[in-house]
């Protein structure tokens, strides 16, 4: 079956611009959750998503904001841009439940400029 | 909160020789615990987990067995080759109230291995 689809696959932004990046979780998967990796921070959970709702956040500015439609299909967004925004950002999906696999997507790169 | 420890890279290796990678972790209930590859330009597959103590995981010639009296989950393989090249990270998900959602990384360890 298809894996986690996330589009798109490279962006260019200029700082102070907003972004929009979208994840298809795997049929029958309804946890979505998003991660930011970075050189110097490595691999950061940014929120995870459950039944439309977000059920926990990371430690990150309120300029990354998430939403889950009822397809379980996620979107991230930041906004006012910054370098520092500059990363690899993972959409992951999985079945509810200790010990289920988290499936991660390809990412999507995003630079800032 | 939850941690994990890996052994910081670059590693570099030739090809057939024995692969071991430490992990520790630090987690306050009982966590499953994975491990995850990333190929150059790519997103994270994964490579094989664990989800209670003394469980062994293995695929494609890898092998770790979570150990709980060390919290450990050391990542092996007695024989590897070049296409074996990536980055390699140690996960645990905490299970706590039985969510699986989040994950904690360690910070990667880069493998090279020359022919």
């Known amino acids: 079956k298809a894996g986690v689809t996330q589009t798109p696959r490279y962006l260019i932004k200029t700082r102070g611009q907003q972004v929009t990046l979208s994840c298809s979780p795997i049929?029958?998967?309804?946890?979505v959750s998003w991660y930011q990796q970075t050189p110097g921070q490595g691999l950061q959970f940014l929120f995870e998503?459950?039944?439309?709702?977000?059920?926990n956040k990371g430690n990150f500015p309120g300029r990354f904001s998430g939403r889950q439609f009822s397809n379980s299909r996620s979107e991230m967004n930041v906004s006012t841009l910054e370098l520092g925004d500059s990363a690899l950002y993972l959409c992951?999906?999985?079945?509810?439940?200790?010990?289920?696999?988290?499936?991660f997507g390809e990412g999507s790169w995003l630079t800032v400029v | 909160g939850d941690s994990v420890t890996q052994m910081e890279g670059p590693v570099t290796l030739s090809e057939e020789a024995f692969l071991t990678i430490n992990c520790t972790y630090t987690?306050?209930?009982?966590?499953?615990l994975f491990w995850y590859v990333q190929y150059p330009g790519e997103g994270l597959q994964l490579l094989l987990k664990?989800?209670?103590?003394?469980d062994k995981g293995s695929n494609k010639g890898f092998e770790a067995t979570y150990r709980k009296e060390t919290t450990s989950f050391h990542l092996e393989k007695g024989s590897v080759q070049v296409s074996d090249s990536a980055v390699y990270f140690c996960?645990?998900?905490?299970?706590?109230?039985?969510?699986?959602?989040?994950?904690?990384f360690g910070k990667g360890t880069l493998l090279t291995v020359n022919p």
């Open positions: 992951a999906s999985s079945l509810l439940g200790a010990g289920n696999t988290i499936y």
């Open positions: 049929s029958g998967h309804r946890s």
């Open positions: 998503y459950f039944s439309e709702t977000q059920r």
């Open positions: 987690a306050t209930g009982y966590p499953s």
């Open positions: 664990a989800t209670k103590a003394d």
């Open positions: 996960a645990l998900s905490d299970n706590s109230g039985g969510s699986n959602y989040k994950l904690t």
